[in-house]
């Protein structure tokens, strides 16, 4: 059964960080691109990075510089690693898996998806 896990979210004060894990069975996680996607109250799911089997990541532009993607491929997980943590940063966070390498930031043709994991930063 194809499954990826979300872990690592919670509720963090602005100016912090968290790291995100997503945890893939099922399949050989090395063949996939990972892509992380969040979700705020009342907002369209919107796409924000994507990493794929070699390593290679993409970021769209508003979250450059705070939000990092690694991955250990033996391990079947992926990592995004937030910091300077924003109000606005505010979501539940996804991860999905598509076959082959990362079209860009945003997964397009996802072939599984996590349950999600919900970050909150507030003071």
């Known amino acids: 059964q194809v499954q990826l896990v979300e872990s690592g979210g919670g509720l963090v004060q602005p100016g912090g960080s968290l790291r995100l894990s997503c945890a893939a069975s099922g399949f050989t996680l090395e063949h996939y691109a990972i892509g992380w996607f969040r979700q705020a109250p009342g907002k369209e799911r919107e796409g924000v990075s994507c990493?794929?089997?070699?390593?290679?990541?993409y970021y769209k532009e508003s979250v450059k510089g705070r939000f990092t993607n690694s991955r250990d491929n033996a391990k079947n997980t992926v990592w995004l690693q937030i910091d300077s943590l924003r109000p606005e940063d505010t979501a539940v966070y996804y991860c999905?898996?598509?076959?082959?390498?990362?079209?860009?930031?945003?997964?397009?043709?996802?072939?599984?998806w996590g349950q999600g994991t919900q970050v909150t930063v507030s003071s």
């Open positions: 999905a898996a598509e076959f082959g390498t990362c079209p860009g930031y945003k997964v397009v043709r996802a072939d599984a």
């Open positions: 990493i794929d089997g070699s390593g290679s990541t």
